[in-house]
């Protein structure tokens, strides 16, 4: 019998639904957006959807606005226009480590001591990443460049010409090398030009701040070469390195084909007889054939999770954010720094040395890809943390003089602190943010070998250097000789301790308990419950705002909201906890400092972040409008976040577009917020996690669905949304436990295909055992659409 109010057409809406989401079994993403799903419903469609490819018109005149293209190890930037297309090249482990000064400064001028380099060591043009060069590809029978375009699917780059072929290429996903397809009566010119060659071409500005010329390196000019269809220059770099760009032409059935890849003497003593020989395998095999692997890749890696949202702004903006972590982040290659494998390529070194800053740069970039479930991708940052610990202890000894591992706020690739601003740059607390890294990838795999073999002793080991840099002061809390928030008024020092210092603190003792306590090490859960109680509490004003340290309230516009983070990303404060939590939270939102319509010191990041903040906290509308902010005036035409406001609006400062890849994976995660959060409101406790199903849609989302997010404590969660209201979810267990969920249905009544499921509080208890799917449909209250709420966001 059919329910009251639920017709023939919703009872058969519901029906297609239910077998089209929950007929795979394997993991397989096969949602469709929501203007399919009546149409073709039977239909087999992978994600992302053709309409959600990123396609560009040309000219495109700057680099920061090309195609993205890369497996990991090794980018590429599609651009050009009229008769010229550009291949701008990169390779993560490309850089200049030499230092500016005094080597190894920091064992002299120590935490204690203080000194002159803790600052001059960042001035000048190295330590820095570097640039690869580019492609030139000149188009000599007479067609014209009239488009460029991204295969989100296939992670293919397209150029259209004015006559309607394209040129296609792409990264191969399982090889280091890139091929071109060039088709039938299109003729090119092909040139290798070296990072030295494009700075005297272009002759461009400054990709950004702290950015030089790469002539500023003293690098002798590349020496040039061909033979036998290949092209390629070798540069003699700092300290030994020597790296090559290659490319070789082939020509078959009508068409031309180009391999193109770069080397490094960290490859081959001779990185010009390797790039050949690769070049050769790769045209031997032809395009198709290594097309079919590296395809293969990209359908694992989108496999993972999918996601569908009523607007396809949102939509494709989410598909663009997600294939960076595929083609920026590989486990076995170096990890995106500040811009991943897409560095300047105007002849400038990229901005801010395009170096490792752990003051949210490292740490955000990496925050999204747990509930997308791309582990893999996940892993090149944290396996680069652990190959470091041996350097980070002796960081820890020679300049904290402490026991245990630390980060530098700002390093180079193999760790070394780069200086700069110290109070963010030497922070001892960075490396506390970076080991919530650790604790999140295994609370979101409970993976229980990487806890004990990986996630326990890195974290441990930093908490051993926080602990022996905490003295108790005349009431007994706890504090650090010095403290700071990042960035705050340039490079100030803030009284011990900081809130952005005590909150990261505090989030790495708890979670340190609570790793303890999970592998039975009473004496260690023990001591870190002891030295996170010892830090005190919060500061706040006699309202309840929270402060930045002891003394100061914010009343400015402040990019970096560090003083927010018990908030967002720690849950320490939460909506869930206690009334003082809450009081805090709605005083310290309450403030124009969060709340004014612009904000002339944020950056992108900011937006995004506070997107995320909004969130968590339940607040939909907010949290939709500052992404809108981010996604309408903080990107560049191909997604990359670039800093500044580029609306003309007036949101925040505008004009310059530094470009950094943090935003992105903040916008990323926001949406990803909005789906589906899990986290526990009683950190440093075992299994408290609380699944919430579409936490904080905004109104104006009257749809949406996910397939195999994941959630802490091991879950793979799908869902479906109609009418603003959740109608189906399936979550499958992958260990033994209480699942948990809450109960945010709005009194309608949830049919589940098991039984025993109890009523706890606000939350759904069920015990699950390894492998289980729990499935509940929840009974709709027909095709109403509920009313415009007067606090609904209008988009931008």
Known sequence: ????????????????????????????????????????????????????????????????????????????????????????????????????????WWKTQTWKKQGKMWEDAYYGAYPSKLPAGRIELKLTSGQKVDEFALNYATA????????????????????????????????????????????????????????????????????????????????????????????????????????VTITTTNDSSDPVKLAKLRCDNALARGYNKMLIPHVNWWKKFWKQSCIALPEPRFQNYYTFARYLYGAGSRKGAPPMPLQGVWSANNGSLPPWKGDYHNDLNTEMTYIAYFTGGNFEEGASYLDFLWKLRPFFRSFAKDFYQTSGLATPGVMSITGQPLGGWASYSL?????????????????????????RNRAYPWCRDVGLCMAGLLKPDKDGILKLMRSSSPEIGGNRWLTPNSNFDLMCLKMLFLS?????????????????????????????????????????????????????????????????GTEQDKKRILVTLARPEWTAPTHYEWCGYTWAWMSNLYARIGDAESAFHHLDVFINAYLSRNGFHVNQDQSGVGFGAGGGRPFTLEGNFL??????????????????????????????????????????????????VSAIRENNATIWFRIKSSTNGILRVRDNFKERTVNWNIKGVRKVHDNYEIPVRKGQVIEARIANKGDVMPEQPANATKPL
């Open 156 to 259: 293919e780059g397209f150029v259209k010409l004015s006559d309607g072929r394209e040129i296609k290429m792409f990264f191969s996903a399982v090889e280091p090398v890139a091929l071109i397809c060039i088709p039938d009566s299109v003729r090119i010119s092909v040139d290798v030009l070296s990072p030295l060659a494009v700075s005297r071409v272009v002759q461009g500005d400054a990709a950004g701040p702290d950015s030089h010329s790469i002539q500023a390196l003293g690098y002798s000019e590349a020496v040039y070469g061909n033979a036998n269809n290949a092209q390629w220059y070798l540069q003699t770099a700092s300290m030994g390195l020597k790296y090559c760009a290659l490319t070789e032409i082939k020509y078959k059935r009508n068409e031309t084909f180009l391999a």
């Open 667 to 716: 916008g990323l995660q926001a949406i990803n917020e909005m789906l589906l959060q899990s986290w526990s409101p009683s950190p440093g406790k075992m299994n408290t996690g609380v699944i919430r199903i579409f936490p904080s849609m905004p109104w104006r989302w009257h749809t949406a669905t996910f397939t195999d997010l994941r959630a802490e404590g091991g879950y793979r």
């Open 427 to 451: 922070s001892p607390t960075m490396s506390a943010w970076n080991a919530h890294l650790f604790y999140l990838h295994w609370r979101y795999t409970v993976d229980s070998v990487f806890l």
């Open 512 to 576: 340190l308990q609570e790793m303890a306590a999970t592998l039975a090490k009473r004496n260690d859960e023990r001591r870190w419950s002891k030295l996170a109680e010892g830090l005190g509490d919060y500061h706040v004003t006699a309202d309840g705002e929270l402060m930045l340290d002891s003394k100061l309230v914010l009343r400015e516009s402040h990019r970096h909201p560090a003083n927010l983070m018990a908030i967002y990303p720690f849950n320490l404060i939460t909506n869930e």
């Open 1 to 104: 019998m059919l329910k009251t109010g639920m017709n023939v057409f919703s009872f058969l809406t519901w029906t297609f639904l239910f077998f089209y989401l929950t007929r795979s079994s394997n993991g397989d993403c096969q949602v469709m957006s929501h203007s399919d799903y009546y149409s073709d419903i039977k239909t087999e469609k992978r994600y992302p959807s053709g309409r959600e490819n990123l396609v560009l018109k040309a000219p495109i005149k700057n680099w920061d606005e090309a195609i993205p293209l890369g497996n990991g190890l090794c980018g590429g930037l599609l651009w050009g226009e009229k008769s010229e297309i550009h291949l701008g090249l990169d390779r993560g482990d490309l850089w200049d480590d030499r230092t500016n000064g005094l080597r190894e």
